[in-house]
């Protein structure tokens, strides 16, 4: 007699028939969306006086537990629909393959040779590989090399490995070549390689990868499955930190945003933690921790360098402190020395040996090579004089910046949460990277990894997303903006007024193209007839936006290098003064506005949107606030539409793209209006509202008068 299945197995089985019947992509940040909306309406105090305290409070639970309950549902589709796994098991060997090797054979392989030593393992090991081209990628420069020239050169590549390691190798090759199918083995080879950093490979390989061999299958699912531990550990940190709303936020952020949809990082190696890492920072800057916040930081740079970028807000806090300790410090100095001569002396002394220091720096500046300075197409070194005025004031600047915070400091005038983020960053960095040296032997990882990474990031790749791919994209000259914006409005309003909806893009021939071509021989124009097939709301959408390809251009990149530059200075300069008044979590998660303006990675990267997420969440009961959240899941669902016209191709990724540029946009102009000094303008602002109104007053007392005096008259 068999087993009768558990409860739990029926409640799975359940789980999945839910998921399979619905879309869970569309109706879960759909129905967060409603809840939203229904949580901010219901914070409105008008709304609390209606329904009193008591009921109000009842209807907030409802929301709340609705909330948790997508949440869990997120979950659900984010291990693919309830464990319908898309190629039949969580474990994805093919991106497993790339970071488990990589880490644990880093001495060995390095950046360049992992698939030619994977293909003379499989050469010994019963071939499986099989390429009409009969190559594989060259990692060394990212073209092709021939399968025989790899055979012919072996021994130059098991040379690397002593005679257990290269055992231990053909173990894992047979172990990855049992988990891919022939055609995923076939792709896996002419990928673009290993891309984690020497200092992670350090880490991960040290600690995980060596010391957990691939004799066991269920070990590697252990691995497989850490990025969930982590996922799951910083959401009840962000629980804590936080709150239970922008914990649930996120869950059903990640699990049903389209970026995240593909098997890059489900099921993979450590493929989230630079992410989890930077939310894990701004949690301990919330609570007060700032020296963890640096480390988690600097772990999130030391495995995917572009987070780097995220120092940015912390940096610009540090700014506006320093230069609050420059004032503080000229007060300081008026109050010890109020003799006006003496102080004055001291002040042009001081001046004067910095600005000895910004001559001598920028003189220094001045040597460097031209060569640093090619891609900001400035003609390097600058004529001397106006290279003077232009470094020697900003180093100048610089220098006054430095004392007043080395007096800041050791004075204890100064905050030091912002001091200690850096110096625990730093020093987790440099532990880190002197470290790698030791483990490695010297300086080569170091040089292969910049090498490799500097081509990947000048590659162009139809996968990225980043506002250089904004820049660089171009559409079609014969696509007609104007009357697809037409056909667009006239959908929406055939929909809500219930009428149906027929093919947009059909037109009518004119009497021209029905009169008989001059010449009868000559071959007749195509032309789109009209046509009474009614369409849903979705297909018509789809006629009318599918022509919205764009196309990358990268030459545009070089033509228009200084305009690049100049934007970048612009919007820069723009999140420095609007992080002056955000408050410190907010300053930090702040700084994914220059990542997305200054570096492009590819899609499933964007798993990092869960950062500028809490710099909406924490305060979703604000309508400015709750509207960003509600954008971020349409560009979850948003995805998944542009994905069934385009595919994987660039416009998918360019319409996302322009998504996130909008949040940027919105993300700067809440900060900039953030950093307003409104304690000077309100007093304007209810002069003019007090004006105003009397204003109104007079006019409606005149217009009350002139009424009564018409009805005195008639009478």
Known sequence: MENSPSIFQIILWELQKFANQHDLRYLIPSLTILILIGLVILNRKWVISYLGPAMS??????LLASLCICAFLAVGNYIDSFGQWRYGTFFNAYEFYHYYLGSKYAKEIGYTRLYAASLIADDETDRKYSNPQ???????NGTYISVDDVIKNKEQYKSRFSPERWEEWLKDIRFFKRELTTSRWNNVLRDKGYNASPIWSMLVGGFLSNPISTDN???????????????????????YAFGLRPAMFMLILIGTHYMMRFSHMKGAYLRTDFAMCLVLSACMIKLNHYKWAGIFTAYSVISRVFPAVFLFGPGARLFWDLCKMLRIGYDELRIRFYDRKQRMGIVGGFILFNLVISFVGSLIFRSFPSSLFEGFTIPWPLPLFIHLVLFVPVIFFGMLLFWAGLWGYFAKRMERNWINYFISFTITITILFVASFGYYGGMYQWRDYADKIGRHSRDISPWRVGYKYLFIAQYPNNLDLKKSLKDIFGVIGNALLGRPITDPTATVPTDNQQKPPLNPSAPKPVVKTATNETLTFASAMKKIISPWKPFTRSIIYKEQARRWWTTMAIVLVLCLIASRKLSPYESFVFGFVPCFF??????????????????FSPKSDYIPR???IIWLYISAMAGYFFYTMWEQEFATYYWLGCMLFVLCIYMLLIAMLNSLPWEYIKPFVDNFKNKLMEKIKTHLIKKEKSEETTITTEE
Request: net charge positive; aromatic share 8%; no cysteine.
């Open 626 to 628: 709750a509207i960003a």
């Open 598 to 615: 200054l570096v492009s990675p590819t899609y499933y990267y964007y798993i990092m949107l869960a950062v500028p997420l809490l710099f």
């Open 217 to 239: 299958r269920n070990h590697m699912l252990i691995l497989a499955s850490l990025d969930l531990i982590l996922i799951g550990i910083t959401t009840l940190v962000v629980l």
């Open 134 to 140: 009969n190559n594989i990628r060259n990692l060394a």
């Open 57 to 62: 409070g009842i209807v907030r639970g409802v």
